[in-house]
């Protein structure tokens, strides 16, 4: 099963901006997202579909819908530029977990 | 501090040997399964391998069965990952990861929660 997510996406500065992920692993499982900035290794930013561990800027939320899973940001900031991967388990495909190809998100 | 720190990382030849190894603090090492994932330069994350609280079960990548293994050693609270055979493919940047559950192909709303550093290893001549 693979996840699929755009390449690249830009924002205004202050602006809110989406970031999709699709596969049919989203319809069963549950999705996290991981921000990853240059040089640094990767940081959970939402987990089970929707929630924000500790620490995480409330700007930063999520949601999933049939095959579709969703990370916005809403007043994008500067500090936010970065890759984001999707993630979920995958009981249907060859190997237990499965990353989306990542977004790189410009402010 | 809650934190994985990853060592062993090298410039190693093809067809050449390496051990990775990942020392865990500040949390009950025992309590999560582990994984390792991968992460060639200016690319994407790439699942390799993990392994559950008690070593009873692990997994691999197709990509590196029947070279790479996995191991941990609880009272040690720290994870290995030896690499055999080692390919120009491999090249990489090494994560070790925490796992929220015990189990490594856990299904449910398990995810990664904690990523070391991670250790460059280049597989070159």
């Known amino acids: 099963s693979e996840l699929t997510q755009d390449p690249a996406v830009s924002v205004a500065l202050g602006q809110t901006v989406r970031i999709t992920c699709q596969g049919d692993?989203?319809?069963?499982?549950?999705v996290s997202w991981y921000q990853q900035k240059p040089g640094q290794a990767p940081v959970l930013v939402i987990s089970g579909n929707n929630k924000r561990p500790s620490g995480i800027p409330d700007r930063f939320s999520g949601s999933s819908s049939g095959t579709t899973a969703s990370l916005t940001i809403t007043g994008a900031q500067a500090e936010d530029e970065a890759a984001f991967y999707c993630f979920s388990r995958d009981n249907s495909g060859h190997h237990p977990v499965v990353f989306g190809g990542g977004t790189t998100l410009t402010v | 501090e809650v934190q994985l720190v990853e060592s062993g990382g090298d410039l190693v030849q093809p067809g050449g040997s390496l051990r990775l190894s990942c020392a865990a603090s500040?949390?009950?090492?025992?309590?999560?399964?582990m994984q390792w994932v991968r992460q060639v330069p200016g690319k994407g994350l790439e699942w390799v391998s993990g392994i559950s609280w008690n070593s009873g079960s692990k997994g691999y990548a197709d990509s590196v069965r029947g070279r790479f293994t996995i191991s941990r050693d609880n009272a040690k609270s720290s994870l290995y990952l030896q690499m055999d055979s080692l390919r120009p493919e491999d090249t990489a940047f090494y994560y070790c990861?925490?796992?929220?559950?015990?189990?490594?192909?856990?299904?449910?709303?398990?995810?990664?929660?904690?990523w070391g550093q991670g250790t460059l290893v280049t597989v070159s001549s």
């Open positions: 990861v925490r796992d929220s559950g015990t189990y490594y192909d856990s299904n449910g709303d398990y995810y990664f929660d904690l």
């Open positions: 500040g949390f009950t090492f025992l309590g999560h399964a």
């Open positions: 692993s989203v319809r069963n499982s549950y």
